[in-house]
């Protein structure tokens, strides 16, 4: 039995993997850090509303004695320059790494990325420069095991929606096709993801960055 802290429980990935949290017998407690509240109540859920997630020490009594972080919140770089985008992945990811490695040092850290993120952080896309820089903090902070989920197409399901209109509106239009498209094995589904995240803790996996296809495979456990 684990124990769970989720962000981004607000956006389409993070309630995927809430939901799938909430439905296994391997975890025991989920702890949701948000700004806003969650429609959802359940007997394992907590839920912690919290404003400033540069610094992190106003909630620091409800952040011990986890075993894993599914840091599952982030933003689009469209429109943003590379020091805003910067501020709203990379800094927000440390202050969050970096507090509850001090409490939980041995726990998992499982961070969501994208596809084609830049590990050498020198590359000539920018998104890809920040998400490459934000990884290697992760995986090298100390924790126990860390796992960079480079996501590029999750099929919606359960009824998770994104936050953002225009991903709505091309899911809306893809829906007739999602059952041929989860045949695919470089798709993946948001409670294959919410399954992987679980069972990076549970059995764990060699391969520390997992593309869609390697995200099926944990999922299976």
């Given at each position: 039995?684990?124990?769970?802290?989720?962000?981004g429980?607000?956006?389409?990935?993070?309630?995927?993997v809430?939901?799938e949290?909430?439905e296994?017998?391997?975890?025991?407690?989920?702890?949701?850090?948000?700004?806003s509240h969650?429609?959802?109540?359940h007997?394992?859920?907590?839920?912690?509303?919290?404003?400033?997630?540069?610094?992190?020490?106003?909630?620091n009594?409800?952040?011990?004695?986890y075993?894993?972080?599914?840091?599952?919140?982030g933003?689009?770089?469209?429109?943003?320059n590379?020091?805003?985008?910067?501020r709203?992945t990379?800094?927000?990811?440390?202050a969050?790494?970096?507090?509850?490695?001090r409490m939980?040092?041995?726990m998992?850290?499982?961070?969501?990325?994208g596809?084609?993120?830049?590990?050498?952080?020198?590359?000539?896309?920018m998104w890809?420069?920040?998400k490459?820089?934000?990884?290697?903090?992760?995986?090298?902070m100390?924790?126990?095991d860390?796992?960079?989920?480079?996501?590029?197409?999750?099929?919606?399901?359960?009824g998770?929606?994104s936050?953002?209109?225009?991903i709505?509106?091309?899911y809306?239009?893809?829906?007739?096709?999602?059952?041929?498209?989860?045949?695919n094995?470089n798709?993946?589904?948001?409670?294959?993801?919410?399954?992987?995240?679980i069972?990076?803790?549970?059995?764990?996996?060699?391969?520390?960055?997992?593309?869609?296809?390697?995200?099926?495979?944990l999922?299976?456990?």
């Amino acid at each position: 039995m684990i124990k769970v802290i989720i962000t981004g429980s607000t956006g389409m990935v993070g309630r995927g993997v809430l939901l799938e949290c909430l439905e296994s017998p391997q975890v025991e407690h989920v702890l949701v850090i948000n700004r806003s509240h969650l429609p959802i109540k359940h007997p394992k859920l907590t839920e912690v509303i919290h404003d400033n997630f540069f610094d992190f020490s106003a909630i620091n009594d409800h952040l011990k004695g986890y075993d894993a972080c599914f840091h599952c919140m982030g933003v689009s770089s469209v429109g943003m320059n590379e020091t805003e985008y910067h501020r709203y992945t990379y800094d927000i990811t440390e202050a969050l790494a970096t507090t509850l490695f001090r409490m939980n040092p041995n726990m998992v850290f499982n961070y969501v990325s994208g596809k084609g993120t830049d590990p050498t952080e020198k590359g000539k896309v920018m998104w890809a420069r920040v998400k490459g820089k934000t990884e290697n903090l992760i995986l090298n902070m100390g924790f126990k095991d860390a796992y960079m989920f480079r996501l590029q197409l999750v099929i919606p399901k359960k009824g998770v929606k994104s936050k953002t209109a225009w991903i709505n509106a091309f899911y809306a239009v893809m829906r007739p096709f999602f059952p041929l498209l989860e045949k695919n094995k470089n798709n993946t589904t948001s409670v294959k993801v919410g399954q992987a995240m679980i069972n990076s803790v549970l059995v764990g996996s060699f391969t520390k960055i997992l593309d869609n296809h390697l995200v099926n495979e944990l999922a299976k456990g």
